[in-house]
């Protein structure tokens, strides 16, 4: 019963629903955003004080929220299918949020002669700056990640790697019930807080960050922990565990950024996907010195096995 549920919540067919689900409500909060500030404008409506209500730009952030959303319910996709395909995801989200962020401070750009002393014309230059750096680390990450799949088809077959999948699939299906109960409640609260102005008095979100991806990311780090001790069941091998381990600090650095703001943000966001892409090329070239030396590594495992 429950391996039929992952099969159908896991397959390609349920990720195009999905998808076509989530690209409907990108388009239709994209008009109702747009109409919402048209009407504001003109006066129709009232919200002087609204940053998200201010200049057709901004519209641009609702419908990258539901992107953003969508994106990571792809986290948990391919959870069972790759660890560096599923972390990868991470990265791409933390960056799309990045951009999410850029639609919505551009709207308050003052361009003046005064550029670097604003605090939205830093933070937009910061953000600019980040997502290509971001962008690249990305794509060196997938480059080389899909290149080493042709190296890591050599190496020998290990034991209990059909058990490391069953626990993988397991975590992605507690995952996905997580993502909708955080995705709905944080909904509920945004709107709650954001609509009814008696509670805006003494309590107001600052970062719509908080809502979602704060906890979100607090749980992949419960996940990536997980993951690392299950794949003690596949491999004990140093160069796998300390990869993992390193995924790890890189999710942590993720989560550790929402509680940031201005450069520092910037800063630990960077810090940590290129800390993750590192940790994963060096894991590449440690097993491709395995598969290049593969008769002198063996030698070296049985001497090892003799002095013990």
């Known amino acids: 019963m429950i391996e039929k549920i992952h099969n159908y919540i896991f397959s390609e067919e349920f990720k195009r629903k999905v998808e076509r689900v989530f690209v409907t409500l990108s388009i239709v909060t994209f008009v109702l955003h747009l109409t919402l500030i048209l009407l504001n404008q003109f006066g129709i409506?009232?919200?002087?004080?609204?940053?998200?209500?201010?200049?057709?730009?901004?519209?641009?952030?609702?419908?990258?929220?539901?992107?953003?959303?969508?994106?990571?319910?792809?986290?948990?996709?391919?959870?069972?299918?790759?660890?560096?395909?599923?972390?990868?995801?991470?990265y791409e989200i933390i960056t799309l949020i990045i951009v999410r962020r850029i639609f919505k401070d551009i709207a308050n750009i003052d361009l003046t002669s005064?550029?670097?002393?604003?605090?939205?014309?830093?933070?937009?230059?910061?953000?600019?700056l980040s997502t290509l750096v971001l962008f690249f680390i990305i794509f060196l990450f997938y480059y080389f990640n899909t290149k080493h799949k042709s190296i890591a088809k050599k190496i020998e077959?290990?034991?209990?790697?059909?058990?490391f999948i069953k626990r993988k699939k397991t975590i992605a299906m507690l995952l996905f019930p997580v993502l909708i109960v955080l995705a709905v409640t944080s909904l509920g609260k945004w709107i709650y807080v954001e609509l009814f102005s008696i509670d805006q008095v003494f309590f107001s979100i600052h970062d719509i960050n908080e809502l979602f991806f704060n906890e979100f990311f607090t749980v992949l780090i419960m996940a990536d922990v997980l993951l690392l001790l299950i794949s003690l069941y596949k491999t004990d091998k140093f160069h796998e565990i300390l990869r993992n381990s390193g995924f790890i600090i890189s999710t942590i650095l993720i989560r550790l950024s929402f509680s940031a703001e201005g450069l520092l943000n910037n800063a630990l966001i960077v810090t940590s996907v290129l800390y993750g892409f590192f940790m994963l090329l060096l894991n590449?070239?440690?097993?491709?010195?395995?598969?290049?030396?593969?008769?002198?590594v063996k030698i070296e495992e049985a001497e090892s096995d003799e002095i013990i």
């Open 45 to 90: 409506i009232n919200f002087p004080d609204n940053k998200l209500l201010n200049n057709p730009i901004v519209a641009i952030y609702t419908p990258f929220s539901f992107i953003l959303v969508y994106e990571v319910f792809l986290v948990v996709y391919y959870l069972p299918r790759s660890i560096s395909q599923y972390i990868r995801k991470q």
């Open 114 to 128: 005064n550029w670097f002393q604003e605090k939205y014309d830093l933070q937009l230059t910061y953000d600019l």
């Open 157 to 163: 077959k290990v034991d209990n790697l059909e058990l």
């Open 284 to 296: 590449i070239y440690f097993e491709k010195v395995q598969v290049k030396y593969a008769k002198e």
